[in-house]
């Protein structure tokens, strides 16, 4: 099955500075990657998702990039603002209907 | 983007009794699914709520221990039976319809005393 690996576990950064979280994944076959945002208390929110005939996705100051070759794919955060602080979840999905998460990124963003 | 509603939002129980958690969504959607969370951990995925047939559960999941019903398009229950300390978890609902994304509620945060 498909196995997801999400780097770094925690990122601490300073308001204004971009935020990169990382992730992997194993099955060429996955071919849509969703990013899920989690505030303390509440569900995971969709926030931009990308598909694989496609390198690149851009909304406002948050952008995925996808490297089918690789099996990497990323999340940018720029100009971060304290309100961006939360668990970061990235997810890949090929045949199965159901994606596999990675393991989650605790962002800090200090003002 | 569908609206998924949860209830109870949290409880404590005390170890042994039963809790049905209910999930409520605001489009009829094709699938429905139960996630459980471990603070701080990622999301672990319980079963998949297939409407007007049986569960179909995770490797680590049983039927006894997690009964699931999904009467119509729109609504699951998911039901803790015989409760011990380790199912102290967040429990959530998720929705999808065909090739839209997958968008969860905002979970049940259940302590068992």
């Known amino acids: 099955g498909e196995n997801v690996e999400q780097h770094p576990s925690t990122l601490s950064v300073q308001e204004g500075d971009s935020a990169v979280i990382k992730c992997t994944y194993s099955d060429s076959a996955s071919n849509y990657f969703p990013w899920y945002k989690q505030e303390l208390g509440k569900g995971p929110q969709l926030i931009i998702d990308?598909?694989?005939?496609?390198g690149e996705k851009k909304d406002q100051r948050i952008a995925v990039t996808l490297n089918k070759t690789a099996k990497h794919f990323s999340l940018h955060i720029t100009e971060t603002q304290p309100e961006d602080s939360a668990v970061y979840f990235c997810a890949a999905k090929g045949g199965s209907y159901i994606p596999t998460f990675g393991r989650g990124t605790s962002l800090i963003v200090h003002p | 983007s569908a609206v998924i509603s949860q209830k109870p939002s949290r409880d404590i129980c005390q170890r042994g009794t039963s809790l049905t958690i209910q999930c409520q969504v605001d489009s009829q959607v094709t699938m429905m699914f139960w996630y459980r969370q471990q603070p701080g951990q990622s999301l672990t995925l319980i079963a998949t709520?297939?409407?007007?047939?049986?569960?179909?559960?995770e490797s680590g999941f049983v039927i006894d221990k997690f009964p699931i019903s999904r009467p119509n398009l729109t609504f699951s229950t998911l039901t803790v039976s015989n409760m011990s300390p380790e199912d102290s978890s967040i429990y959530l609902c998720s929705a999808q319809d065909r090739d839209q994304p997958q968008h969860f509620g905002d979970g049940t945060r259940l302590s068992i005393l």
């Open positions: 990308i598909r694989s005939n496609v």
């Open positions: 709520a297939n409407q007007g047939s049986e569960a179909t559960y």
